[in-house]
């Protein structure tokens, strides 16, 4: 569900339907994200203008959530938990090795554009460390070989 | 024959689809009609996926269950046979009050919620004038489950009290401690008892309107408490006219995006507004200018969703467990190097060590246990030496310690300790939302003492000390002023790993 070039009318739809919330900045963010896998500059003046805010503040609000995205991942997403259940498991190792085979720091995309890696802190998966995420597909006790085989089946 | 195959995530995340993908393609091999229905997890994690099978004599476990074990579910035995589900030791220790129900219905039938007690708390309320509810709440003595432990019926009473023309429900779901997934798993499992125990308080303090603020690393938790939103209303517990009693009462999910600091009460309002998930001084408390500006009450999944077995039982009943000013029961989430991780509901008052070795088996590894982290990021390590403190609020205060929401890390005697120390300055230094200097400079700052002392200087080491006690006494809120707990108390149990055992003999 990929739509590479939003249009100004397209990415008011998507405001527009938030709008009947109270404080609907984060959910029009999420839409837009949903529908983009980012959230493309021209959106920002869209927003606010239909907030009211200016855009120096929704860009302010979107650059605090890590969430948030300025330019798309790559077609496959892989995120490792790095925070302390994980590591308690070995989760160091299990992302370094990721990242190694891929020639990837943390949040880079490999030069084909195929797969990012981006760190998660905590899946709620806790007691079945360390746990990570292929395209939305949670793993527990993921090993090197498991996300593997998990990026060749999906790609 | 029906199969229970969970639909939890972390179940899934073992493989639980593809079990119940197995199971449907056998029966149909077989011949056989199968009923498979999907529960939230009993918690037995080692054991997930735990499939049961209903007999006469009851609900029939095996686990953990792979697609090869499928077949032998049709035969006369199993490998993995482990007997009846409630009779299995984990089970039958517990006192299961909050979760109750949680991987015994399934989890978006509002007729099986009503059959296994369900509705009887909201009911009861809704013949209860708003202060009887308060009280009830108060008798309790039920304390904040998100980390604070505050009375919660006294927060409530504060909403209560508060003249307004709106007043609000608000959830806290963000759960982003490592080690815990109480959350998760109860929206997962049984997602009605916590609009209940919204909607309970939403009839105790006159508040019409709720909201759910759950993380986004939690899809599965999201789609489930959404749609069980819309099934309730469909159903009449939700909107206008809640159960026919004339009150209103409706709620809503609303997704957080990434941000630890989120968690935190006042820092999720300013996000739920549609602004930097900044923190706010207090006061003004939440109680009196919340959402919108609005008196609200904020409290955690857990403490919310404790609410309803409260009001089907009696406060009385509830607070008859427990130790001390830690009254009922706790959900232990036990997670990390352990053999046996999980949640475990029981009396406050467990003694650390039983929880560990006994509960958890040791750990995973089969090494020693080396130490454990209680309360998420912001909680302190604790050593064996320590293993006969009870589970309890101010127990744990009484060692440098907390309980925050009862998330246990167990570590074997492989981990880096200063290399724990140093990621718990370097997530405080991601997760500041920039409010004040001693959380967004000092945790920059002990990321780069930290990596001193792990070169060898280990004059440094005063200087972190020092750092430490700046963010303790000079940051707003618990993200900058708690850091400290977890690399403090690494440095005083593991001081010879920081260099300073070397630099005294010296
Ligand atoms: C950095 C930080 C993160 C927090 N994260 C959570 C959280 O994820 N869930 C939660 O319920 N409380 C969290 N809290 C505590 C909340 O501020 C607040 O005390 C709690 O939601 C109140 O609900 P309770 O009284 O039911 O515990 C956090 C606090 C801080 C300082
Ligand atoms: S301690 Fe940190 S997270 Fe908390 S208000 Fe200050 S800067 Fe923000
Ligand atoms: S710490 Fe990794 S899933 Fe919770
Ligand atoms: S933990 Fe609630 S205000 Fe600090």
């Not at chain 1, 009947?20 to 983009?36: C, F, K, S």
Request: charged share 25%.
């Amino acid at each position: 569900m990929r739509h590479s070039n939003p249009t100004p009318d397209e990415v008011r739809a998507l405001i527009d339907a938030e709008l009947h919330r109270e404080g609907p900045l984060l959910p029009i963010l999420h839409a837009i994200q949903h529908t983009y896998d980012h959230v493309p500059e021209m959106a920002l003046p869209l927003i606010a203008e239909a907030l009211n805010l200016t855009r120096a503040e929704v860009h302010g609000v979107m650059s605090f959530y890590h969430d948030f995205r300025k330019a798309p991942t790559g077609r496959h997403v892989v995120k490792i938990c790095r925070a302390e259940a994980c590591q308690s498991m070995g989760a160091n190792a299990l992302s370094q090795a990721v990242l190694d085979k891929l020639g990837l720091d943390w949040g880079g995309t490999t030069p084909d554009g195929s797969v990012t890696v981006e760190p998660v802190y905590c899946l709620g998966l806790c007691a079945c460390a360390p746990a990570a995420m292929v395209d939305g597909k949670l793993i527990g006790r993921a090993d090197a070989a498991r996300l593997s085989a998990e990026l060749e089946g999906a790609a | 024959m029906k199969i229970w195959v969970p639909m939890d995530s972390a179940a899934k995340a073992l493989g639980a689809d593809e079990v119940a993908e197995a199971i449907r393609a056998e029966a149909e091999k077989r011949g056989v009609e199968v009923e498979i229905a999907r529960n939230g997890t009993r918690g037995m994690i080692w054991l997930e996926p735990l499939v049961e099978v209903e007999t006469e004599a009851g609900r029939m476990a095996f686990g953990p269950m792979s697609p090869a074990d499928v077949p032998a579910l049709f035969e006369e035995t199993h490998p993995k046979a482990l007997g009846l589900t409630e009779e299995l030791d984990w089970m039958k220790r517990q006192t299961r009050l909050t979760f109750a129900r949680c991987g015994v219905t399934d989890p978006l039938s509002l007729a099986e919620y009503e059959a296994n007690g369900g509705l009887a708390g909201l009911r009861r309320a809704l013949t209860m004038s708003g202060e009887e509810i308060t009280d009830e709440v108060k008798l309790s003595g039920l304390r904040g489950r998100g980390g604070a432990g505050f009375p919660t019926g006294i927060k409530w009473d504060t909403v209560r009290m508060a003249h307004a023309d709106r007043k609000y429900i608000v959830c806290n779901a963000d759960e982003g401690d490592s080690g815990t997934f109480a959350d998760r798993m109860i929206i997962e499992g049984d997602p009605f008892c916590l609009i209940e125990g919204m909607a309970i308080a939403g009839i105790g303090v006159g508040a019409t309107m709720g909201y759910v603020y759950l993380r986004s690393e939690y899809p599965d938790a999201i789609a489930v408490l959404s749609r069980a939103i819309e099934i309730a209303r469909d159903a009449g517990v939700l909107g206008t006219d809640v159960l026919g009693s004339g009150k209103a009462y409706d709620m809503e999910v609303r997704v957080g995006a990434g941000a630890y600091v989120c968690g935190e009460e006042t820092s999720l309002l300013n996000s739920l507004e549609g602004k930097r998930g900044v923190v706010r001084a207090k006061p003004p408390l939440p109680a009196l200018e919340g959402a919108f500006g609005k008196p609200t009450v904020v409290n955690n999944v857990i403490s919310l969703a404790t609410v309803p077995v409260i009001f089907e039982k009696g406060a009385e009943h509830y607070a008859n467990f427990g130790l001390g000013r830690s009254k009922g029961t706790i959900p232990l989430q036990i997670a990390g190097n352990v053999r046996h991780g999980g949640l475990f509901e029981t009396a406050f008052g467990m003694k650390l060590g039983a929880i560990v070795e006994d509960l958890g088996g040791g750990t995973a590894s089969g090494r020693a246990v080396k130490a454990v982290q209680v309360g998420g990021p912001l909680g302190a390590y604790l050593s064996p030496d320590q293993f006969d403190t009870p589970f309890g609020y101010e127990e744990f205060d009484g060692q440098g310690a907390l309980i925050g929401h009862a998330g246990l890390v167990v570590f074997d005697d492989s981990a880096d300790m200063l290399g724990m120390a140093r990621f718990a300055m370097e997530f405080c230094a991601v997760e500041s939302c920039g409010k004040c200097t001693p959380c967004r400079i000092g945790a920059v700052r002990g990321v780069e003492t930290l990596d001193r002392i792990a070169a060898g200087d280990a004059a440094a080491i005063p200087l972190l000390t020092d750092l430490c006690e700046t963010m303790q006494d000079g940051s707003l809120c618990a993200l900058g002023g708690f850091t400290p707990y977890p690399v403090m108390s690494a440095l005083r149990l593991f001081p010879e790993e920081f260099g300073a055992v070397k630099e005294a003999a010296e």
